[in-house]
Nanobody, 125 residues
Framework: VQLQASGGGLVQPGGSLKLSCAAS????????MGWFRQIPGKEREAVAC????????FTQYSLADRFSISADNAKNTVYLQAYRLKAEDTAVYYC???????????????????WGQGTQVTVSS
């Protein structure tokens, strides 16, 4: 599967942003897709993931009030909508693909996870 992420950029604190990730090369409904981020100096962490098979989702608890994942099956695209962004949300955001069971496993990634290129999100005034 090939993944193409877009939508990063500079956002003011309190602002919102929508990231997109288009998938190709695999049947979309056979995938789980997710968003991850790597904050400078920290390990990569899961933000949210979604099963394109049954629509189930998993969002990191601490981010669930500000981040949401959705999909447009017709466009083979998964989105990450972020609200009320904070400076500490500044990170490189990655989309990734794995099993459609992914949300049941808390978006844990492994050797079968396929990663797209990262997109930088900077929250600053």
């Amino acid at each position: 599967v090939q993944l193409q992420a877009s939508g990063g950029g500079l956002v003011q604190p309190g602002g919102s942003l929508k990231l997109s990730c288009a998938a190709s090369g695999r049947t979309f409904r056979n995938l789980g897709m997710g968003w991850f981020r790597q904050i400078p100096g920290k390990e990569r962490e899961a933000v949210a993931c979604m099963s394109l098979s049954d629509g189930s989702t998993f969002t990191q608890y601490s981010l669930a009030d500000r981040f949401s994942i959705s999909a447009d099956n017709a466009k083979n695209t998964v989105y990450l909508q972020a609200y009320r962004l904070k400076a500490e949300d500044t990170a490189v955001y990655y989309c990734a693909a794995d099993s459609p069971m992914w949300p049941r496993h808390g978006c844990r990634w492994g050797t079968k996870t396929r990663w797209g290129q990262g997109t930088q999100v900077t929250v600053s005034s």
